[in-house]
Each structure stands twice: as structure tokens, then as C-alpha cells.
């Protein structure tokens, strides 16, 4: 079985820019959460979809938006980028939302200049 | 969620066992212990979880307290591909907390020759 795949796997944007970040989660799997990872702040939970609802959000600025499609893949946006969104953006899909494990893709290197 | 609580870092013998200990006093009934790892510039990776018996798997054994308020993930045999963070997690499942992971910073574990 696939495991989660994320596209592309490095982006370099400018200040001021907007960017979207693709997920496609385990065949099956019906949540797919979105966390940032920098040297500063480690991993932060973004937000989670389950079945096209975002159920879940973490504190970020309304810069930050997601949203999931039918077939469970999942599309992260970040509008007017800033220096401080450079980071490691890593998705993890997951069957349902009871006690399964989730299982993270390898993540999308943003870097903004 | 509970905050957790680790030891910074660790090294351990290539061969030898590994525990990690990890502290959670403020557990609540319904949340469970999860542990993920994460090999450098990779996503983590789901190891184990319970909620109060002792659980193991191909990859570690889990070690919980009696009262709840610690445990212990052991790598019985550990080799250099285990220096990696790990990272204890406890979290309610189900209900409007969804799938989302709160990561603290974890315990960086170098396995030495």
C-alpha cells in the first residue's frame, strides 16, 4: 500500500507570494491533518479534514487555509507568505478518528526569501 | 491534551536497550500515550500507544504506570538506525478533539557505536 505522498517536495516563493501544498493520504484513509515544523517552534498543528469538514484547527492566522476533495486528498494555502512561514509543512492521514495511528508523508520544504 | 514531559536528550550503546522515559501527571482518564519518531528531515513515524495495560509490538514495548502519570517507551535492542526524537504524546480520542497531535519537544536519542 502507498504511503502518504506530498507535492512538491521543495518550493522556494518570495515574500508577499501564495502557496499550495498537496496531500494525497493512504488509499482508505479519511483524515488527513496538517501540522508546521520549524527549528523554532517544532511541530504545530495546523488544522484536520475529515470527509471534506475541517474538524479541527490550531492557532494560526487566517493565512492559512486548507481544504479536502472527495477522493480524501488534501490542499493547503498560504496567502501573502512571510519570511516566518518557511518551514517543513507535513501532512498525516489516518482511517477515522478514533485511537489508529496516523501515518505522515515527508513533508514539503517551503523556504521564502 | 496533557502536557507531557521529557528528557532533553539521551545516548544509549548500539546493542543495549533504550528507555525513554516520559511524564504525564496531569493525564485525564481518557487519554491515551502515544509515541512517534522522527529521523532526521523525515516524517515521524507512529511507534506505539495505550492507555493503561503495558503494550508491545515489533518496534518497542510501552510501560505505564500504574497511576497513569508516566511511562516508559523501551528499544530492546537499539541500533544506530533508532537516533532519532521521540516523542511522547498523550491525547483524548474521539469527540471534537479529532486526530490532532500536540508535540512538545521530545527527546533527541543518539545511538552510539
Known amino acids: 500500500k502507498a504511503g502518504v505522498t506530498q507535492t512538491p517536495r521543495y518550493l522556494i516563493k518570495t515574500r508577499g507570494q501564495q502557496v499550495t501544498l498537496s496531500c494525497s493520504p493512504i488509499s482508505g484513509h479519511r483524515s488527513v491533518s496538517w501540522y508546521q515544523q520549524t527549528p523554532g517552534q517544532g511541530l504545530q498543528f495546523l488544522f484536520e479534514?475529515?470527509?471534506?469538514?475541517?474538524?479541527n484547527k490550531g492557532n494560526f492566522p487566517g493565512r492559512f487555509s486548507g481544504r479536502q476533495f472527495s477522493n480524501s486528498r488534501s490542499e493547503m494555502n498560504v496567502s501573502t507568505l512571510e519570511l516566518g512561514d518557511s518551514a517543513l509543512y507535513l501532512c498525516a492521514s489516518s482511517p477515522l478518528a478514533g485511537v489508529d495511528e496516523q501515518y505522515f508523508g515527508p513533508g514539503t520544504r517551503l523556504t521564502v526569501t | 491534551d496533557a502536557k507531557t514531559t521529557q528528557p532533553t536528550s539521551m545516548d544509549c550503546a548500539e546493542g543495549r536497550a533504550a528507555n525513554l522515559p516520559c511524564n504525564h501527571s496531569?493525564?485525564?482518564?481518557?487519554?491515551?500515550v502515544y509515541w512517534y519518531r522522527q529521523i532526521h528531515s523525515q516524517g515521524p513515524q507512529y511507534i506505539i500507544h495505550?492507555?493503561?495495560n503495558n503494550e508491545t509490538n515489533e518496534m518497542a514495548s510501552l510501560i505505564i504506570t500504574e497511576d497513569r502519570k508516566s511511562s516508559t517507551l523501551i528499544l530492546p535492542h537499539a541500533t544506530l538506525r533508532d537516533t532519532a526524537v521521540y516523542y511522547c504524546i498523550v491525547r483524548v480520542v474521539g469527540g471534537a478533539a479529532g486526530n490532532k497531535l500536540t508535540f512538545g519537544g521530545g527527546t533527541r536519542v543518539l545511538v552510539k557505536p
Open positions: 479534514y475529515f470527509s471534506e469538514t475541517q474538524r
Open positions: 495505550g492507555l493503561k
Open positions: 496531569t493525564i485525564s482518564g481518557n487519554e491515551y
